[in-house]
């Protein structure tokens, strides 16, 4: 008797990437926060698919030339969330903006064999998609980089 196929890890960390990112990057499910839109656009870089990468990007800041270089080998290494801003905020009993948040995370990454990090502070906004009949959708905005 064979053993049950086990299931694919998601990139990002997730238990499996069907219960993780796949359903976002799929079509299937939208996001529900901030960060696992950062999750999703991760597995979407390993995965290299330049559509969800596309649409899941803020189209005042989303770049006109393509997002993923298809000449470049990249080989992603992993992805560690540092903080998501909203976290801190109700730790410290701010006010919250529900419909604007940021994913401070580290992805690590090889291209031609040799190791590099990403840190980056990305904002998201939650706003209404036409793209998908005006349902509510986090979009990447842009990112900074810390010290």
């Keep these: 008797m064979s053993t049950p196929a086990k299931p694919l890890p998601c990139p990002c960390g997730g238990p499996s990437i069907m219960r ?13 926060t901030a960060e696992a839109l950062m999750r999703s656009r991760y597995t979407a870089f390993v995965m290299r698919d330049e559509a969800y990468l596309r649409a899941t990007w803020h189209p005042s800041t989303r770049p006109t030339e393509p997002i993923i270089d298809q000449n470049q080998k ?5 992805l560690e969330i540092k903080s998501a801003l909203r976290l801190r905020q109700r730790k410290a009993d701010l006010p919250e903006q529900p419909n604007e948040d940021t ?17 980056e502070v990305s904002r998201f906004v939650r706003e209404p998609d036409p793209a998908v009949g005006g349902k509510m959708r986090w979009f990447y905005v842009d990112g900074s980089f810390p010290e």
């Design 103 to 119: 994913v401070e995370f580290v992805a690590r990454f090889k291209v031609h064999g040799r190791a590099h990090r990403l840190h």
């Design 74 to 78: 990249v080989q992603w290494l992993g």
């Design 20 to 32: 993780c990112c796949g359903p976002f990057i799929a079509g299937a499910e939208m996001p529900p």
